[in-house]
């Protein structure tokens, strides 16, 4: 019989957190997540998502067995900017069991609803500033640092509750067989028509970090309030997101844009850190997970561009291509073998047509759906 339980406590807690290394445990393409960052990530008072939202976890059990779980998540400040009555769900993971998924949402449903919530979005991990979408192409792959991985029947279960397509999210990936000298060559004519509008390029000053920080995130709040779901990120989100990048952060990845000395755009490319945590059993630093991450981060041979953009009043002047020609040259040489740029909404012409103009490959796609709610 299965049976839904509301997470509480350290030990459910734990069993959520643990629940996809059983469901995974025969998949080589399975990443584990850090347990120490899930637990944070979902406490109260820990993460500041929780100071202006909430959600409520969920275990569903079968013969004191755990199957499945999923997180209710209300946020706040997306139904308030975006002026909605939304609600998400997010950490959906499952056995392949009808059933079990419907009682799942079921819950879920029942905990938004009495919210007021009118539609339910997912799976989206808090915002879409977090992980989100599920996996519907490109299993043949690990997940790269901070993308989302799934069963391929997951789809199936989803859309067999009455969810149906939001919008896809692509990844694409670019080899170092693709590289060529041509984005090179733009690049360098392109800085220097920059500079002629007093328009620069450098490196992120690890050294100066903390006011780095708050340029880039008021170009991150301004380039991409107009981006499907977008909720800007607040202070303490944005600082908690960036103590923890800063830890694996390269700064000849992380550049920043300026306009007499202003920050207008920045590019942030951070190392496939999954390289190293796919061997990382259960997301566990000790005893081993902590040797494992130190020794081997020298062996990354590939990184993620995790953010581009520009505020919208700078774009079509090139600086993306200077960007892009930037990350391919230190990529060059630091002997980097792919690149993934994730995740572009499918209709974001002008993002998917530069990635594509540098022989990136779609290689992986995200679905996001939806679904209208009817009070129970």
Known sequence: MIQIVPVSGKQQLKAFIDFPHELY????????????????LLSPGKHPFHNHSSLQLFLAYNNNKVVGRIAAILNNNHNVFNNTKDG????????SDDAIAQALFTEAEKWLISKGVKTIIGPVNFSTNETCGMLVEGYDAPPVAMMSYNKAYYNTLV???????????????ISSESFNDKPL????????????KNITLRKVNMKNF?????????????????????????????DYLAKDLKLILDPDFCMVAEHDGK???????IPDINQVLIKIKRG?????????????????????????????????????????????????????????????LEDNFLMNKAIQNINGVPYKRYRIYEKQLNER
């Open 263 to 269: 920050p207008i755009g920045f590019s942030l490319c």
């Open 185 to 196: 060559a733009l690049m360098n004519l392109l800085a220097e028509r920059l500079k002629h």
């Open 210 to 238: 903390r006011k780095e920080v708050d340029g880039i995130r008021d170009v991150y709040n301004r380039a991409w309030d107009k981006n499907l779901g977008f909720v800007p990120m607040t202070n303490d989100e944005f």
């Open 159 to 173: 859309e067999g509750n009455g969810f149906s397509k939001k919008t896809d999210l692509i990844a694409y990936q």
């Open 284 to 344: 566990r630093l000790l005893p081993t997970g902590l040797f494992k991450l130190l020794t081997q981060r020298k062996k990354i041979n590939g990184i993620r561009v995790i953010a581009l953009g520009v505020l919208e009043e700078y774009r079509k002047l090139g600086i993306e291509a200077v960007f892009y020609g930037s990350i391919i040259q230190n990529g060059m040489k630091k002997n980097m073998k792919t690149a993934e740029a994730s995740w572009i």
């Open 88 to 95: 998400f769900f997010g950490f959906f993971d499952c056995e």
């Open 25 to 40: 445990k025969h998949d080589q393409h399975y990443v584990p997540e850090l347990f120490i960052a899930q637990r944070d």
